[in-house]
Nanobody, 118 residues
Framework: QVQLVESGGGVVQPGGSLRLSCAAS????????MSWHRQAPGKERELVAT????????NYADSMKGRFIISRDNAKNTVYLRMNSLKPEDTAVYYC???????????WGQGTQVTVSS
């Protein structure tokens, strides 16, 4: 059974930091590109960051560059998102995704709420 379980969300003041985690099970984690996405109320889901399966190459949406860091630990089947200098506009539900283009498979977690507010 495939599972992606996000954690680490919460309420933080502007300028603060959070680290999200996504624990994976039920598939070969090291073979999957992992990514974080977010969806704010009334808006479409958008890509935040990706990290490839083997080389660990990362890519970020422009508005997150320099503030967010995606990383993965293949031994722990976990992907992380470190978020610094948080802004109110970062408020959203953050989702973890696992994708393998060769196999044509994609899995989503249930999401974790991040609220940036004073």
């Amino acid at each position: 059974q495939v599972q992606l379980v996000e954690s680490g969300g919460g309420v933080v003041q502007p300028g603060g930091s959070l680290r999200l985690s996504c624990a994976a099970s039920g598939f070969t984690f090291s073979s999957y590109t992992m990514s974080w996405h977010r969806q704010a109320p009334g808006k479409e889901r958008e890509l935040v960051a990706t990290i490839t399966s083997t080389s660990g190459r990362t890519n970020y949406a422009d508005s997150m560059k320099g503030r967010f860091i995606i990383s993965r630990d293949n031994a722990k089947n976990t992907v992380y998102l470190r978020m610094n200098s948080l802004k109110p506009e970062d408020t959203a539900v953050y989702y973890c995704n696992a994708a393998n283009a060769f196999r044509g498979t994609s899995y989503w977690g249930q999401g974790t709420q991040v609220t940036v507010s004073s």
